[in-house]
């Protein structure tokens, strides 16, 4: 056997539960070429779904299976490619075991992530998915037709080089547009400049005329509260004093002297009593103080209106303040700190508007020489891409293709550049090249991408390739050219095919057959591997349809033996 088999990381085991049509299934594949066929309508797009949901696809209620309370969707990795590790770990992400699990619960609504048992978000598990595997679904080849995808393509494939220069390029461009935002911002004329310079000096005025000081709107506060409530603190401490005092035979001093000389009277009796004596005459020295106190306190409270007047009208400026400039005396200070900026920045207009032109013209300058550096290598990595892909599609039965890929400069600066690139083919002798979407076919457009796919996955390191109906719109001669290339591709990364031609599962390494039926009262969807006789009679289902004949098995057996020759003999 010739065929050169090489370790890659590969998806070793799925399973889904409760998804759909899926009861539950588990699946363990192998490297190479990995077949599923199936009746239309079997679930083959639901099993592909499993799959898309790892890669961040949105959940709904919907996808449950009827009765069922979740739905679960596992993916079990196998890892031996030391790059796929090293970008795993560059999330914080580390196989065990040499292994990677993720797994993902659907509830009503939500559902929970987890990367080796350990809850991640959807995006965590994405980015881990994107290390790993790389889906192609039976309508992305359509996204090859827009512009933005062609470039995101070559750059993929001259990502070594080309990714460094889009970061410096990204950067100059950020940088860029904020010269562009402070030259517009700046961009007025005289009379609106006068008018700007007439209001900030007006605030300005009349902050500074305040003579605001930090914290005196807190002593004013206190102050005014003080005086506001002048009369109540009079009469409050008035009926304390009386209460307190030794007037009347009814305040507290009077009464503690009068119960003190009644303690005294007995003291000399029980010796005992003495230290109560002595705990009353304390108690009488405090309550004088605090009579005293009070009475000094009276002596000095005055309420002059005049102060109070002022101390109203100093709050009713300072609020007024607030209320237009800040919320306290610092934001207010603040304030006209920024507006005393601005107005500089308008008595020196022409040196900063001078200032601001020369800033951005130096922006675009450097933005100038990282893309057109960005372009350069863009350019070389394309003629090397147009070799390949012309290559790829000739191997894919285009026999006299050419193709090519325009680039023209847009007519402002981009994150990505100045590059506007257009992909052109021609697939007939003496047509001349037009953009792809003037003359390829659905099916053409698939055998593209198939084609581009390849080519990527050897400079991307993704070892599992997943492609959906890449047979849409090709038979004949077409569609065992497309078969051979998977079967080149499988050689070297693992793939796994949802097909329904016969020529490309009788390329299968493994084959399975996905099949609906029903379970009870319900419709349940199974998959299931096939070899030998089995994996005959579904080649020959997909040949000769409902009925199967001895000729059409024969015909059956005879394709997987001849396939089974190419690999042995072609696929290096």
Do not use: W
Request: hydrophobic letters at 35%; charged letters at 30%.
């Amino acid at each position: 056997m010739c065929r050169r088999k090489v370790e890659v990381d590969m998806l070793v085991h799925l399973h889904v539960k409760n998804l759909a049509l899926i009861e539950e299934i588990e699946v363990e594949f192998g490297p190479g070429l990995n077949i599923l066929t199936g009746e239309t309508g079997a679930g083959k797009s639901v099993l592909l779904g499993s799959m898309q949901l790892i890669l961040g696809s949105k959940i709904s209620r919907g996808m449950i299976r009827e009765n069922a309370q979740y739905a679960l969707v596992e993916l079990l990795f196998q890892i031996e490619n030391t790059k796929a590790e090293e970008a795993l770990r560059a999330l914080d992400i580390v196989p065990e075991d040499g292994q990677v699990l993720l797994s993902r619960k659907i509830l009503d609504g939500r559902s929970i992530n987890k990367i080796n048992g350990e809850t991640s978000t959807v995006g965590q598990m994405k980015a881990a998915a994107a290390c790993l595997l790389d889906i192609h679904g039976q309508h992305e080849h359509q996204s090859l037709l827009y512009q933005d995808k062609q470039l995101e393509i070559l750059d993929a494939y001259g990502k070594e080089k080309i990714l460094p220069k889009k970061e410096e390029v990204k950067q100059a461009f950020s940088v860029y547009r904020k010269c562009l935002t402070d030259l517009k911002n700046l961009d007025m004329n005289e009379e609106q400049r006068n008018r700007e310079k007439a209001f900030l000096e007006f605030e300005i005025q009349e902050i500074e005329s305040a003579h605001l000081t930090p914290g005196e709107d807190e002593e004013l506060e206190k102050l005014y509260r003080k005086l506001s409530n002048g009369k109540r603190i009079v009469e409050t401490l008035q009926t304390v004093h009386g209460l307190t005092g030794y007037e009347g035979q009814q305040g507290a001093g009077e009464l503690i002297g009068n119960a003190l000389r009644e303690l005294s009277r007995v003291t000399e009796f029980d010796k005992e009593l003495e230290g109560m004596e002595s705990s009353l005459q304390e108690i009488d020295a405090l309550v004088n103080d605090f009579n005293r106190e009070i009475s000094s306190y009276l002596d000095d409270l005055t309420f002059d209106g005049e102060t109070f007047f002022e101390t109203e009208q100093r709050l009713d400026l300072i609020n007024g303040l607030k209320a237009k400039y800040g919320q306290s005396i610092e934001e207010i200070l603040d304030y006209q700190r920024k507006q005393q900026e601005k107005l500089e920045n308008i008595l020196r207009f022409d040196e900063i508007f001078q200032e601001a032109k020369e800033n951005a013209a130096k922006a675009e300058k450097t933005l100038e020489k990282a893309s057109y550096d960005l372009s350069k290598i863009r350019k070389e990595y394309s003629k090397q891409l147009i070799k390949k892909v012309i290559e790829g599609l000739q191997d894919l039965n285009f026999l006299d293709v050419d193709f090519d890929i325009r680039f023209e400069r847009k007519a402002s600066y981009s994150a990505d550049g100045f590059d506007d690139i257009e992909y052109q083919i021609s697939t007939n002798p003496g047509e001349p090249l037009k953009p792809l979407g003037k003359i390829v076919s659905g099916g053409e457009l698939s055998r593209i991408m198939l084609a581009l796919k390849a080519i990527l996955a050897d400079r991307d390191q993704i070892e599992t390739l997943i492609f959906d109906e890449i047979d849409t719109g090709i038979s004949g001669r077409t569609a065992q050219k497309v078969s051979e290339k998977m079967a080149v591709i499988g050689s070297h990364h693992q793939v796994i095919c949802i097909t329904h031609l016969p020529q490309i599962a009788a390329m299968a390494d493994r084959h399975f057959e996905i099949e609906k039926h029903l379970k009870g009262t319900e419709t349940i969807t199974e998959i299931h591997p096939l070899d030998g006789e089995d994996e005959i009679r579904e080649l020959a289902r997909l040949l000769g349809g409902a009925e199967i004949t001895a000729a059409v098995l024969e015909n059956a057996r005879e394709m997987k033996q001849l396939a089974q020759v190419h690999k042995n003999t072609r696929v290096k």
